[in-house]
């Protein structure tokens, strides 16, 4: 039975999953203003997994996302700042401003970045682990993924690999019911996707993706696996998003009553409500940590908003051309 957080680390914790929530919510705002272009890919529903992965590693582990990277991003360490930079093109963006919402990439903070190519990340994080236990490193990489991810040959493959090489990578899919508008049920030829894992001989293990205590200590216990047996692992978190697949999904694939039944286990609330019982938490606390993010965010976008607004021609086409702008 996994220990209970303390009060410290539950409210970091949450604070996390506020920051996930109101940085998610402030993307759709911005792109329903026509503030902000492009697309996205909103993980609203999914924070317990954006809190609940990176801090439980080591700070020197490394991570690899996907185009719903958004949570992971801000949970292993980038600033709010970057990243909305990045989404209005500006240079102080985490990709320069070039890669926007999919493509997000922060070394400093040991994330080897995304991609919107689906699965692809799952064969550069095994990459990366070859080299890392090439260099005799503790670390470990882990490789995120979806359920419409998993039934891609590169996931396959990656798996396969990792295990004849014994190299450290967590395969973490986190599985949300859907990919695009494909239902995991009739998509997804197996109940559990942990279970892929025995084909290469992985162990994996299926946990509730949306109770932020069971997904930190099932990555932390991953994560001493694979340090220890120095073997890789595949780890399934069940979780639901909330949000469209992407900007302007109507989400005709699903019924409103199956939101509605998924809304009751929303990871904020649940684990908001856990921390108010324990007394670790009071309902006036629980919103001012709400109000602090949200004024924070609003006050960083409003400035890069303006800053984006002043670029001149040449600052915002740098890259674009070969001369870097020098037309
Ligand atoms: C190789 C590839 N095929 C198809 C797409 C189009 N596409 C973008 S997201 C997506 C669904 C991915 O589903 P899943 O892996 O479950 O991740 P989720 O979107 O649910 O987070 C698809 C098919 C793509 N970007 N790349």
């Known amino acids: 039975m996994a220990v209970e957080f303390d009060r410290e680390r539950g409210l970091a914790l949450l604070s996390l999953m506020i920051r996930s ?16 272009h492009g697309t996205t890919h909103l993980a609203i529903g999914q924070e317990a997994v954006h809190a609940g992965v990176s801090p439980a590693l080591d700070p020197a582990d490394w991570i690899m996302t ?28 985490l990709a320069k401003g070039l890669g926007g919402s999919m493509h997000l990439i922060d070394l400093d903070n040991h994330n080897a970045g995304s991609s919107a190519v689906v699965g692809s990340g799952v064969g550069l994080a095994t990459g990366m682990a070859l080299q890392l236990k090439r260099m005799d490193s503790e670390n470990l990489v882990v490789a995120f993924f979806g359920d419409g991810a998993s039934n891609r ?16 990578v967590l395969f973490l899919c986190e599985h949300n ?62 979780t639901y998003r909330f949000s469209g697949h992407s ?16 809304s009751k ?32 965010i609003d006050q960083i976008a409003e400035q890069l908003i303006q800053q984006r607004n002043e670029l001149s021609i040449e600052e915002a086409s740098a890259f674009v051309y070969s001369d870097g702008g020098q037309r």
């Not at 108010?276 to 602090?292: C, N």
Request: hydrophobic share 35%.
């Open 21 to 36: 929530r109101i940085f998610e919510q402030k993307i759709e705002a911005l792109f329903s203003s026509h503030e902000m």
């Open 66 to 93: 996907t185009h719903r990277c958004h949570g992971h991003t801000l949970a292993k360490g980038a600033s709010i700042e970057a990243m909305l930079a990045e989404f209005f093109g500006l240079s102080s963006g």
């Open 153 to 168: 040959g590169i996931v396959h493959e990656s798996m396969n690999m990792a295990s004849i090489w014994d190299l450290p």
């Open 177 to 238: 019911l859907y990919g695009m508008s494909s239902c995991a049920e009739e998509m997804v030829s197996v109940d559990s996707i942990a279970q892929r894992g025995s084909s290469y001989g992985i162990e994996g293990k299926s946990v509730d993706g949306n109770d932020v205590e069971i997904v930190y200590h099932a990555v932390q216990d991953a994560a001493n696996f694979i340090r220890k047996k120095k073997r890789p692992f595949l780890l399934e978190v069940r």
């Open 247 to 262: 900007k302007n999904d109507k989400r005709l694939y699903r019924t409103r009553e199956e939101e509605e039944a998924w």
């Open 265 to 296: 286990r929303d990871p904020l609330k649940l684990f908001s409500d856990r921390l108010i019982k324990r007394g670790h938490l009071t309902a006036d606390v629980y919103e001012q940590m709400q109000k602090v993010e949200q004024d924070a």
